[in-house]
């Protein structure tokens, strides 16, 4: 791979002049422009991104931080989310730098990465509902795009799922079917899109007159662990009566919930109804279960594409692109939902 100096050898044109054509500079003829392109391309010629942004102001670097990098063995989506983004990424001739900080201190990678003036700007997932990254990476003026949001007036570049029809659609499914005593398992209640998905349940089984405990609403990781030892607390009585159905943040979570069935000795749909979010997570495909779950899906890897165009409208200033984004979830009933069983259509107000 030649240097600019070399490049600029091979061409017979001065450093300056095939550094000017190749970003972009006017006072560069089309002619001469056209010419240091095509030769740069053919020579497989890569600019120093560095050297790059102290010429035009970018380096075509953006940066995704992510915490706890020992946890990324359980995470079954992360690498194929990570993947997905830096080569949407790369189309667009952007490289994607990952930052994995072990900080207690939520900001503390942000400042050392923006402080070294290298990033053109930030890729933010699983926002949390007062996320201070937003607020710091704002204030310092650095474009950035979230995956998610951290609440309805969110005002800065964001792609986001309707997280509260995730729940809402589950939800109205299972009262159709004639179900009254639906748990939720839902993600981490720091996490914005928990807050969204548990305000759509309560807001659809409030709509047709019914309600869950707050001991059938439960929040924690989004793992099979978490869906057997909570499933199993929910069915053994302790906490009241038993929910006839169940919906779980992940398909992670459902398998732990149908373990957790088959270990009390019940059946899915015949005792228990489980609906999940499907994520289409390899390890957890909803289709392959036994029986195949009935899911909202709204794949991670659908948000790679419009996470790279919108951040990099954000940087270019392109005050005509759209700069956030909202999508439906897709909804697709399999076998492991049906009506709760029989005498069992008493809501928790009046069970017991």
């Not at 391309?41 to 050297?51: E, F």
């Not at 994607?96 to 942000?110: G, N, R």
């Not at 996470?307 to 392109?318: F, V």
Request: net charge negative.
């Amino acid at each position: 791979m030649p240097t600019l100096r070399e490049l600029s050898k091979h061409l017979g044109l001065s450093p300056a002049t095939v550094s000017r054509a190749l970003n972009g500079f006017p006072e560069v003829s089309e002619t001469t422009r056209a010419r240091v392109m095509e030769t740069a391309r053919r020579l497989d010629y890569r600019p120093n991104q560095i050297a790059q942004k102290l010429v035009t102001g970018r380096s075509n670097m953006v940066g995704l931080v992510i915490k706890r990098p020992g946890a990324l063995s359980t995470d079954t989506t992360f690498f194929g989310v990570v993947g997905g983004i830096s080569a949407s990424l790369a189309a667009r001739n952007v490289d994607l730098v990952l930052h994995a900080a072990a900080d207690e201190d939520e900001l503390a990678p942000y400042r050392r990465l923006v402080g070294k003036g290298i990033l053109d700007g930030f890729i933010l997932n699983t926002p949390l509902t007062d996320d201070p990254r937003i607020a710091y990476l704002d204030e310092q003026g650095i474009p950035f795009v979230v995956h998610g949001r951290s609440g309805a007036d969110a005002d800065y570049p964001y792609f986001d799922i309707d997280n509260n029809a995730v729940s809402a659609l589950a939800a109205g499914l299972l009262c159709d079917l004639g179900h009254t005593r639906i748990a939720l398992l839902n993600g981490p209640s720091e996490r914005a899109y928990a807050r969204d998905r548990r305000q759509g349940f309560e807001t659809l089984l409030a709509s047709r007159g019914l309600s869950a405990p707050e001991a059938f609403i439960f929040e924690g990781a989004l793992n099979e662990g978490y869906g057997y030892t909570t499933a199993l607390r929910a069915l053994g009585g302790t906490l009241g009566p038993a929910p006839t159905a169940f919906i779980c943040a992940s398909t992670a979570i459902a398998a732990g919930v149908l373990r957790a069935v088959a270990d009390r000795g019940l059946s899915v749909p015949e005792d228990v109804s489980v609906v999940a979010h499907d994520d289409d997570v390899p390890q957890y495909l909803a289709a392959g279960f036994s029986p195949p779950l009935t899911v909202t899906r709204a794949p991670l890897t659908d948000a790679c594409e419009p996470l790279a165009d919108i951040l990099l409208a954000r940087i270019e200033k392109r005050e005509d692109a759209p700069l956030q984004r909202r999508v439906p979830p897709e909804f697709v009933v399999r076998r492991s939902t049906g009506g709760p069983p029989k005498g069992e259509t008493q809501p928790w107000a009046s069970a017991g």
